[in-house]
């Protein structure tokens, strides 16, 4: 009788515990569900078990809490939302929110692209330590980039790009420690573009689009990125003889529609992976160099509407991976045998060169005297291409383009 009724009450002992677990459990629930892990577990939308499932973070850490207020400060300064994204940024559950991308509860990138947006940027942001990448491309933020972002050590892709930001060049984003991807085509920045920008370790620098002015850092070729737009703005002065030296592995070069003067530098020869080179819409001058043939990774060479003049020399045409040459409204005079047996990719169009079509007026070829302008040559032939660089960078001191 002792042995049963010890075992009732042992029973009674267990109901009553695993009540009291079931209870305690269910108080802890967040969102009254789990949270639905997007991108091979990294970023979690929506609520759940503590906050997405991170059993290691509170739900009202003080991380949690920094990244709350500095996104409810930028929703303040977002005075228009049309297709209603800000509008989610409701509740402490900041990973929840439109556009906000987290790993566990830390805001690790923030993609508003295309979400026409008006408003600014706020200093508050800095608040976001883990932010990886910002992308704001094609919105309507307006004014200037706060000097905060300097604190966002973890920040390696920033794209401002098709906004309203005004205001001499964010010098901030020089600072961002471990930036590697800037982005800041298509808005009203003008002035000065700085030397330091060209030391930073960027793999892209795009700056086409804005009004910026003034010549072209003597570092750019200190660049390590593969790709370099400075198009469509008004930069002045001559391309920097160094450029190339420092043998740069850039695939894309476009500093096209500016108002740039002189000779292409012999350097050029040192981008041995360059795919594009786009200088047209300039008042460049002189004749093509050499130094071209040695661009063996070349697919798209544009020089048209310059002042260049001589003939196009063999080299160039004979290059294996060009795709499209575009020489057209220049004043060459000849093309070689090579360049006369290509048509397709290849405009020669608006020139001075006898027997072919579509050329400038006579009068037009006679009384151009660009022809006197003397740049620098390297007197090698053949052409060795791995050997340039000495009589380059000796000659850099020297280089003269003047008539």
């Not at 010890?6 to 305690?24: A, D, M, V, Y």
């Not at 009202?60 to 990244?67: E, F, R």
């Not at 471990?178 to 298509?186: P, S, V």
């Not at 798209?300 to 002042?307: E, Q």
Request: net charge neutral; glycine share 10%.
């Amino acid at each position: 009788m002792s042995k049963k009724k010890k075992g009732s009450n042992f029973k009674l002992l267990c109901l009553f515990f695993l009540c009291l677990i079931q209870t305690t459990a269910a108080s802890f629930g967040v969102g009254g569900g789990v949270g639905v892990g997007i991108g091979g577990g990294g970023v979690w939308i929506g609520g759940g078990v503590n906050n997405g499932g991170n059993r290691n973070t509170v739900p009202g850490s003080a991380s949690n809490n920094g990244a709350y207020s500095a996104l409810q400060a930028w929703k303040l300064a977002i005075t228009e939302d049309p297709s209603g994204v800000v509008k989610t940024w409701v509740g402490s559950d900041v990973c929840s929110y439109k556009g906000v991308f987290c790993s566990g509860q830390s805001i690790t990138s923030i993609d508003l692209n295309h979400a026409n947006l008006k408003g600014t940027i706020v200093k508050d942001l800095a608040l976001l330590s883990d932010l990886t990448i910002l992308h704001l491309n094609s919105n309507r933020f307006s004014g200037q980039i706060p000097d905060s972002f300097k604190s966002l050590a973890s920040l390696q892709e920033l794209d401002l790009s098709n906004n309203r930001f005004s205001g001499p060049f964010p010098l901030v984003t020089i600072y961002i420690p471990n930036l590697f991807y800037l982005d800041l085509r298509f808005n009203n920045f003008s002035g000065y573009v700085p030397e330091e920008l060209f030391n930073k370790r960027l793999d892209a620098i795009l700056l086409n689009n804005n009004q910026f002015v003034g010549e072209l850092p003597r570092n750019l070729g200190n660049s390590p990125a593969s790709v370099i737009n400075l198009a469509n703005n008004r930069f002045s002065g001559e391309i920097p003889t160094s450029f190339g030296l420092t043998g740069s592995r850039v695939r894309e070069v476009l500093l096209l529609n500016n108002q740039l003067t002189g000779c292409i530098p012999e350097s050029i020869g040192m981008f041995s992976e360059v795919e594009v080179f786009d200088v047209s819409y300039n008042s460049l001058m002189g004749h093509v160099p050499d130094t071209i043939s040695c661009l063996s990774a070349i697919e798209v060479l544009n020089l048209a509407h310059n002042k260049f003049s001589g003939e196009v020399p063999d080299l160039v045409c004979s290059l294996r991976s060009l795709i499209n040459l575009t020489i057209s409204f220049n004043f060459f005079s000849g093309i070689s045998s090579e360049c006369s047996r290509i048509s397709f990719g290849f405009d020669f169009s608006g020139n001075c060169i006898p027997g072919r079509n579509s050329q400038r007026p006579q009068p037009d070829c006679s009384g151009y005297s660009g022809g006197s302008l003397s740049c620098l040559r390297i007197p090698t032939q053949p052409l060795a291409c791995a050997a340039i660089s000495v009589g380059l960078k000796e000659s850099d001191n020297h280089y003269t383009s003047s008539p």
